[in-house]
T-cell receptor
Framework: GENVEQHPSTLSVQEGDSAVIKCTYS??????FPWYKQELGKGPQLIID?????GEKKDQRIAVTLNKTAKHFSLHITETQPEDSAVYFC?????????FGKGTMLLVSP | EAQVTQNPRYLITVTGKKLTVTCSQN?????MSWYRQDPGLGLRQIYY???????DKGDVPEGYKVSRKEKRNFPLILESPSPNQTSLYFC???FGAGTNTEAFFGQGTRLTVV
């Protein structure tokens, strides 16, 4: 089955800095790569996603890049704000299942 | 409002006492799934359902059962809970299992088995 590795497990940045979270996946058949943000006491919520036929996607301060050859994808958050503090999960979808990474706790200090 | 609703939000039970966690979605989604979230392990899929009466095992199905008799409901059943099933559980739904199908998550059920 699919295996998704996510790094780092924790990331501390100062407000205004950029944050990068990286993931690798094992199944070359995976073709959809979403990123979820989980705030304390809530369920994960989709923030951005990318399909296998696209190399990069941007939505305001958030961008995701995908390298299918190397089987890795990354989340980039620019101009971080305290409200970006949360746990972030990457995931990879194959035919029938969505496999998640172990998560990254992002802490943005004012 | 489009949502996935889980009940209960919190549950403390004793070893061996059967319990059911309910999940309902109002988006007419075909695909539903259950995950458990444990510290350092992320989200692991327990069971999923691609449509009514179609269910299949995820990565950690041992000790769990599910049913999908109606499109909107996907209950998770623990026939004989054990302490290692203490966890945070999430139900999720999406239009399908293919590409570009955002998964919507419920608020979670925190289960403690003593």
């Amino acid at each position: 089955g699919e295996n998704v590795e996510q790094h780092p497990s924790t990331l501390s940045v100062q407000e205004g800095d950029s944050a990068v979270i990286k993931c690798t996946y094992s199944d070359s058949a995976s073709n959809y790569f979403p990123w979820y943000k989980q705030e304390l006491g809530k369920g994960p919520q989709l923030i951005i996603d990318i399909r296998s036929n696209v190399g990069e996607k941007k939505d305001q301060r958030i961008a995701v890049t995908l390298n299918k050859t190397a089987k890795h994808f990354s989340l980039h958050i620019t101009e971080t704000q305290p409200e970006d503090s949360a746990v972030y999960f990457c995931a990879a979808r194959g035919y029938s299942t969505l496999t998640f990474g172990k998560g990254t706790m992002l802490l943005v200090s004012p | 409002e489009a949502q996935v609703t889980q009940n209960p939000r919190y549950l403390i039970t004793v070893t061996g006492k059967k319990l059911t966690v309910t999940c309902s979605q109002n988006m007419n989604h075909e695909y539903m799934s259950w995950y458990r979230q444990d510290p350092g392990l992320g989200l692991r899929q327990i069971y999923y359902s691609m449509n009514v009466e179609v269910t299949d095992k995820g990565d950690v199905p041992e000790g769990y059962k599910v049913s999908r008799k109606e499109k909107r409901n996907f209950p998770l059943i623990l026939e004989s809970p054990s302490p290692n099933q203490t966890s945070l559980y999430f139900c999720a739904s999406s239009f399908g299992a293919g590409t570009n199908t955002e998964a919507f998550f419920g608020q979670g059920t925190r289960l403690t088995v003593v």
